[in-house]
T-cell receptor, first 114, second 113 residues
Framework: NAGVTQTPKFQVLKTGQSMTLQCAQD?????MSWYRQDPGMGLRLIHYSVGAGITDQGEVPNGYNVSRSTTEDFPLRLLSAAPSQTSVYFC?????????????FGNGTRLTVT | EDKVVQSPLSLVVHEGDTVTLNCSYE??????LLWYKQEKKAPTFLFMLTSSGIEKKSGRLSSILDKKELFSILNITATQTGDSAIYLCALPHGSGNTGKLIFGQGTTLQVKP
């Protein structure tokens, strides 16, 4: 059981480049989300989805797009990378409607924008 | 505005010490409080607390919630170097049970041999 799989693990971009961070889960979780983690700021929610075809903004959505065409996949797109987007990105998923179901995290993507 | 504040932000102890990590919160609709441990990669789930005064325990780790004073503590006794990690506190926020979590800044614990 793979759980939540993120690719790539590391990425370096130049300012203005675009890229897509991939996230896939094989647990049939309805809820999927993207967080970024910066020193001293914990995890901040970028975008989330409660099911295929449904997405919504989190706390820090600017500069990022998402789509959810299938239950399994939830890619995060950086449209025009900026140095402020240098961060570690985590994808996470869970079953909705289950209060005691914890969030499952991928292993993260470390992104550097120069 | 929902808020989660952890203290201290960082802590250095020696093996065998006992540590107490704090998490205070303000959320509109409390449902639960969660603790996660993050070593090199993904945060991993430790505890979920929903009721005041009931201690959750797993080995040397324990946690308790005070819903009146709006805080939780995570205790680690007889610390080991393997306990070195970032400890994150999080609460569900927003309406319904979508899965959205708000996180504190995290406490970075370093346990020296």
């Amino acid at each position: 059981n793979a759980g939540v799989t993120q690719t790539p693990k590391f990425q370096v971009l130049k300012t203005g480049q675009s890229m897509t961070l991939q996230c896939a889960q094989d647990m049939n979780h309805e809820y999927m989300s993207w967080y970024r983690q910066d020193p001293g700021m914990g995890l901040r929610l970028i975008h989330y989805s409660v099911g295929a075809g449904i997405t919504d903004q989190g706390e820090v959505p600017n500069g990022y797009n998402v789509s959810r065409s299938t239950t399994e996949d939830f890619p995060l797109r950086l449209l025009s990378a900026a140095p402020s987007q240098t961060s570690v990105y985590f994808c996470a998923s869970k079953k909705t409607g289950h209060l005691n179901s914890p969030l499952h995290f991928g292993n993260g993507t470390r992104l550097t924008v120069t | 505005e929902d808020k989660v504040v952890q203290s201290p932000l960082s802590l250095v102890v020696h093996e065998g010490d006992t540590v107490t990590l704090n998490c205070s919160y303000e959320v509109t609709n409390f449902r639960s409080l969660l603790w996660y441990k993050q070593e090199k990669k993904a945060p991993t789930f430790l505890f979920m607390l929903t009721s005041s005064g009931i201690e959750k325990k797993s080995g040397r780790l324990s946690s308790i919630l005070d819903k009146k004073e709006l805080f939780s503590i995570l205790n680690i006794t007889a610390t080991q170097t393997g306990d070195s990690a970032i400890y994150l506190c999080a609460l569900p926020h927003g309406s319904g049970n979508t899965g959205k979590l708000i996180f504190g800044q995290g406490t970075t614990l370093q346990v020296k041999p």
